[in-house]
């Protein structure tokens, strides 16, 4: 099998890939091929990129070098890019990142004539890709690449034409991902890129990109040029021929490093002067670029690396040049890194060939030495970043100091070795799937984590930061825990810490973003295009020594700006072309400010508050204690409080609409009062503002109206009284009288006018406000309770109903009473506890007054608890037992208690204008008082049979649910032991109190007694049959109780039956089974008794018929009684009756001439003939009375009754054909055609009135027997009438062309269907050869169960299985999942992951069964062959891909109703076919229009 390359896009691109596909030899197989473990793996490149390199190696160098060396141009030449857009689509497109850097774009011919290679050209189609691969198709070794021959090389169509497998959902996790704590701290192996991860496709799948996030913190950073740097770079390129700013180091000093191998040394002072030039052109020429500097932490000595390899160390003091090293590392690679530790006398060099070299400075005998020893071999793996770990003066004493911490990130792993007292390594740590293009980046800072303080290492490769916290222990060894790691959403090209809570990262598109390292949050991003910032590409390439690197080495480089990047004491500097930018933490004044200069008050309010509670991120400049933080934040707040006000007010539109000019200062006003109060300033809030807001009407009416939800949560309590009194003005000017009582009761308002506010609420019916000027303003608890009983008690002793303003005061009031009794306060609160003695005794007093202050003379005693009985007693008893409740039972207690009982008692019983249920509703109180155990009250049990004289013995009858109701909860709360039980049942029983004979039944368990209590109580009568069912079925009686009620159930079993015979009948079938035809024999009344075998046999009213055990007599019966009762029902009731004997029920039916039913019991019975017969009767002399009909009114309906008959006959017939061979077909279809055609003759003219009718149920005969009985004998039937047999063909014209007009539509039908069936059948075949012909994609280059890449896998004996789902095996994997089996000796694979997803289903039963050699195919047809597992696969596939119910379906479904006739191509196995038909869904629709009408 041969397989098929296509080429990827250029490389350079993101989305760099090999796609191989392998095309089949046949349908359904999956394609497979031997792995060449001969061939060495191919180097980590695209294949289309190969020509690139090629050309460049041959003509490139010389030009590239000549270009460094005139410094001409800012091109790529020095890896000093020009402005790289900031947005993300704007970016340089993959197909410029394949053209070879060789230099600028859009260059001019060198001096010296050399030629200079082509501007980087714009992305190609596929079709010029192919074209361009063809022209360059010789420069390509096949060998050197391992590119396999291809038997036909892919179309353009083909090509276009695959699927993206960029949407892949499984993405593997990297299986050496190990944790920190588990990893191996002492491993020194790596591996290259260019072996291993560089052939990986799946790390190239990034998140989503999040849309940046509106910044909630201002302005943190700010960035800013360097202005006398960056002229005088610029300058020095021009005067001098420095060239261009390769590389950056900062420190106290600043060093630029240059293209033509200068060191520009500056001050940080604000002049910027250029303190030294160190080095020169000539030198420039010799050593190439600098491409890497260093400053030691005196700021004495700087390092320079230089393109070609050379390293030198000067005297930043006089400028001398100290050494000059060539011989450190292995020549014909350029420094990348070179770093001074903290310890002045090593330093540390990374070159272009990936080893890390130490370098040892001595002085033996006055001269200077340098000793180079080898860390890290770039044979394991390129290292491409180094970091030593530098400790700030303060912690040079650190215990982890001793040991020269040095972190390392190669193509593939980080390492973290120690250089003292000897070397070791300390951690590795792999990085996982991951981008081969991103850069490894490292950063070391000191952080305090759980009140120590040791280094973290950030590192990250592509989108995800880890940080690696490192502690030494007691013992002195080190040990690394890892942190939370922050996944971004951007790939990184630098990391910097500026201190040790925020991070500054820089994305691929010179985005800055900085980072909350504790909370993750992102505080700012800022677009940088004008830094133009520089590259160091070229040094990665190693493009001044031959670019003698690795691909993998030199992919990183591209985005590699690891030296134009420098950060120092809170600083970082960026090195731009022409330019140098540094960029700083803003001081949290700076950000108020520059919030307040973009007129952001609400924002720099928000960020100034966020400082004031601790919670800002990245805050510089806030020093001190907290209180003194605190304070002044606050003065600044205040001062831009009142700077907002002022300009609100200014801004404020002086005409228009007044809604634009509330708007307005409803967006300022609630934020300048939200924060006064934040800040606890009410005095600046009350005064200074209120009185600027006091100037405008409307600002002052949004200002009092923002108090109000403070008030509402007691945020706000001292108002002065001047904004009180206008808050109040305020809100009865705009007639918001709820919201003005919200705020009252919240208030202090003892500041205010005391009777004003009274008044004010009085007038406006706020009586809540009312009672708590009175409780709070003046401890007056008693005045509010006057002037509400004042309103209310007139109209009740009146007798009169009240309004509903005087209910809602009544309701209040009662609740008022409750609070004052329970200690708390009204409407909210609670009293102060040294007062609530007081209260409650001021409240009973009140109530138990013998007269009001202002009473009558002849007013009754006690107003106060009369009129609150006659509002709402029961509601007022309710207050008092709970008010009893929570008595104590001291003295003074029991004698309020009681006082009050006898008062209740003396006002209810006394006098007569008391409602039985009021007087009930006292005696339940007193009842339930005194049944507590801890009772004090005495009450005269005489009262007690007063009271059931009363209820019971009426003057007249009304009220007579009401007073059983009173007494029976009177009895429950525990009045009953007040009573002697047998007069009281005697009386309940005179007074027909049949719930409370019920009540005390119970007590004394005679529950048969309960019986007559229901049938003789008319409200309860239907809850009888529940009563019974419930003690006989119920546990917890004996059985001496359970046979009592059921004697007397039985003994008014017709009382039942009359009450409801269907659930009388529902009692019977369940508990008096043995006594139906007892109680049938009993039952006189005929019509009772049928009603009752009616609910007891039908099976539609719900009784279970198996429960049932009756004679068959019982049964006709039933149906003689149904005959004479209900003979419109029969028919239905015969269909559904299970126990029936057929000849005894023909006679009854017959008897009573119940034709249909007769006919439908002799079809049952098997007598087809006889049950036509009656019908065709039945028939006749309908169609008898209409012939002899003379006009009469009723011809209608009998044409009706005749249509009924007529169908109904028709459907016996259709029922019954299909059984019966052809001679009983017409000896049943005939004498219909016949008994319809005999008053058509009858007539004797086409005018009688019946004709048309007639007519047209013939034709319905005539259409219906068509499907039974041949056409031509139906003719020959109709011809050989005498009466159609002469004359002219016309009067049967119609029942012909009718006839022949069926036939047409059922052919059509016929060729429709059949139409549909081969459209469908050749659409779905079609579909299943494209897919089992399709090329194979692998969607990625692993196992899918070893998770290997097959290239690493030595077995030899090994094969690779690709499926079309696009899953990748090893063979030898698939047998140990037993997916593998031999069928007929070839042999048959399943995807193990597909077939994982379907377990349970049909394709692992069916794979069973291949296994087992049953060869039982999906679609069992008689002769087939089976599918074999692919074509199973692909045909499930092919079905999941077109779900919904096609044509092909409808018609396999129709098939399954003819299951008993032959079996065709698409014939299915038969199962329950209700239950997943097609046609079972509500929804479903079949329409199939009549064929056209056929012309003349």
Known sequence: MSPMISFSPPAGSRSRRTRVRFRKRRPGAAARFPINRSVPSPPPLSYRRAAAPLTAARGGRRCRAAHARSGGGSGRGFESRRRRPAHPAASRSPAMDAAPEDGPAGAEAEPDGLPCPEPPAPRLSVAELDRELDSRSELIDDKEFDIPQVDTPPTLESILNETDDEEESFVLEDPFLLNIDNTDTHSYDTSSVASSDSGDRTHLKRKKKLPDSLSLHGSVIRLSLLKGISAQIVSAADKVDAGLPTAIAASNLIAVGTSHGLALIFGKDQNQALRLCLGSTAVGAQYGAISALS???????????????????????????????????????????????????????????????????????????????????GSKGEVCCIEPLHAKVELRDHPITQYSLLAMASLTKILVIGLKPSLKVWMTFPYGRMDPSSVPLLAWHFVAVQNSVNPMLAFCRGDVVHFLLVKRDDTGAIHVTKQKQLHLHYDLINFTWINSRTAVLLDSVEKLHVIDRQTQEELETIEIPEVQLVYNSSHFKSLATGGNVSEALALVGEKACYQSISSCGGQIFYLGTKSVHVMTLRSWRERIDHLLKQERLTDALALAWSFYEGKAKAVVGLSGDTSKRKAVIADRMVEILLHYADRTLKKCPDQGKIQVMEQHFQDVVPVIVDYCLLLQRTDLLFNQIYDKMSENSVAKGIFLECLEPYILSDKLMGITAQVMKDLLLHFQDKNRLENMEACIVHMDITSLDIQQVVLLCWENHLYDAMIYVYNSGMNDFISPMEK?????????????????????????????????????????????????????????????????????????????????????????????????????????????????????????????????????????????????????????????????????????????????????????????????????????????????????????????????CYLRDPVRKEEVFNYIHNILSMPGYSAEEKQSVWQKALEHIEELLLLSPCKAADLVAIHFTEQIESIIANLQDQFLLFQFLRSLLDPREGINQDLLHLPPHVTEQFIELLCQHSPEHVLETLKVLEYCRLEETIQITQK????????????????????????LERLQSKLLMLTQDDGGSAELPLLESIEDTLMKTIALCQRNSHNLNQQQREALWFPLLEAMMSPQKLSGSSQYRYAESLKSLTMQVLNNMAAFIPL??????????????????????????????????????????????????????????????????????????????????????????????????????????????????????????????????????????????????????????????????AFDQLCRLNRGTSRLALLTELSRAHGGEKHGLLSVSHGDSAASSVFQDETFQLHLAPPPLMDD
Not at 341 to 348: E, F, G, K, V
Not at 795 to 803: F, Q, R
Not at 1299 to 1323: K, P, S
Not at 1392 to 1397: D, F, G, V
């Open 295 to 377: 400053i030691n932490n005196d700021c004495s000595r700087l390092l320079c690396g230089f393109a070609k390899g050379q390293i030198t160390m000067w005297d930043l003091a006089s400028g001398k040049l100290l050494r000059s090293i060539t011989d450190a590392h292995p020549p014909g690679t350029a420094i990348l890194h070179i770093k001074f530790t903290d310890d002045p006398t090593l330093a540390i060099c990374n070159d272009s060939g990936g080893s890390v070299f130490e370098l040892s400075f001595k002085r033996v005998m006055g001269v200077r030495t340098c000793e180079s020893r080898c860390l890290f071999s």
């Open 788 to 1012: 509400l009983l004042k309103v209310i008690a007139p109209p009740l002793d009146a007798g009169k109903s009240l309004t509903d303003e005087q209910v809602v005061m009544g309701n209040k009031l009662l609740v008022y009473i409750s609070c004052c009794l329970a200690g708390r306060a009204y409407p909210l609160g609670d009293i102060p506890e040294d007062l609530v003695p007081l209260v409650k005794n001021q409240i009973f007093e009140f109530l138990i007054r013998l007269h009001s202050t202002e009473g009558s003379v002849d007013e009754e005693v006690y107003p106060h608890i009369r009129t609150l009985l006659h509002f709402d007693t029961r509601e007022f008893l309710n207050v008092l037992a709970l008010t009893f409740e929570d008595f104590k039972n001291d003295k003074q207690a029991v004698e309020y208690q009681q006082r009050i009982v006898d008062i209740l008692l003396k006002v209810m019983v006394e006098n007569s204008d008391f409602t039985p249920s009021q007087v009930g509703c006292l005696f339940t109180f007193l009842a339930r008082q005194l049944a507590k155990p801890n009772n004090t009250l005495f009450v005269n049990r005489t009262l007690f049979d007063q009271v059931l004289e009363f209820l019971c013995s009426p003057d007249d009858d009304s009220r007579h649910s009401e007073r059983q109701q009173v007494l029976l909860e009177l009895l429950q709360a525990g009045g009953i032991v007040q009573f002697e039980e047998s007069r009281l049942i005697q009386m309940a029983e005179k007074a027909e109190f049949y719930q409370i004979c019920e009540f005390m039944y119970e007590r004394e368990l005679r529950y048969d007694k309960i019986i007559d």
């Open 1152 to 1175: 009573h001439q119940l034709h249909e039913a007769s006919s439908y019991l002799l079809e049952k019975k098997g007598d087809i003939h006889g049950a036509f017969l009656v019908m």
């Open 1272 to 1433: 031509p004998l139906i003719l020959q039937r109709i011809l050989q009438d005498p009466v159609y047999g002469k004359g002219k063909l016309g009067e049967i014209q119609g029942l012909i062309l009718g006839m022949l007009d069926t036939f047409n539509y059922e052919q059509t039908l016929l060729e429709t269907t059949t139409n549909l069936l081969n459209h469908d059948l050749h659409w779905s075949l079609c579909n299943l050869r494209a897919s089992v012909t399709r090329g194979l994609t692998p969607k990625q280059d692993y196992c899918c169960i070893c998770l290997q890449q097959y290239k690493r896998r030595q077995e030899s004996a090994d094969e690779i299985i690709v499926f079309s789902c696009g899953h990748l095996y090893h063979s030898l994997c698939l047998l140990s999942k037993e997916c593998g089996a031999v069928s007929k000796d070839v042999m048959r694979w399943m995807c193990y992951k597909c077939n994982l997803s379907n377990k349970g289903g049909k394709l692992s039963e069916n794979f069973s069964e291949l296994k087992k050699g049953s060869g039982t195919s999906l679609a069992q047809t008689g002769s087939e062959s089976a599918l074999d597992p692919q074509q199973i696969q």
